[in-house]
């Protein structure tokens, strides 16, 4: 199947920046979308980021302008700079990769373990 590994997350003060970065691997034909999703705990987990083709972003309204989502797809890598970091953005990063597995080919879907990115003086 797709193993997603996560890297990159820390304790940052705030105003600080991280940049996280998920690598895909295993049976992989081709990867559609990746995204970044976060979840703070008591909260339930959001999208903070995705990308899809390559060149397509969305972003969630507490990250615009802050966070850039980017993709290499020679690496099956996407990675997230995040920039001004408050203590909000505190919470459990997690990968998310939406793609075709090789032969036979079929959907999937996958997530990594999280990286843990903490905000705070």
């Known amino acids: 199947q797709v193993q997603l590994v996560e890297s990159g997350g820390g304790l940052v003060q705030p105003g600080g920046s991280l940049r996280l970065s998920c690598t895909a691997s295993?049976?992989?034909?081709?990867?559609?979308?990746m995204g970044w999703y976060r979840q703070a705990p008591g909260k339930q987990r959001e999208l903070v980021a995705d990308?899809?083709?390559?060149?397509?972003?969305h972003y969630a309204d507490s990250v615009r302008g802050r966070f850039t989502i980017s993709r290499d797809n020679t690496k099956n890598t996407v990675y997230l700079q995040m920039n001004s970091l408050k203590p909000e953005d505190t919470a459990v990063y997690y990968c998310?990769?939406?793609?075709?597995?090789?032969?036979?080919?079929?959907?999937?879907?996958?997530w990594g373990l999280g990286t843990q990115v903490t905000v705070s003086s």
């Open positions: 998310n990769a939406d793609g075709t597995l090789g032969l036979p080919q079929r959907p999937f879907n996958s």
């Open positions: 295993g049976n992989i034909f081709s990867i559609y979308a």
């Open positions: 990308i899809t083709g390559g060149t397509s972003t």
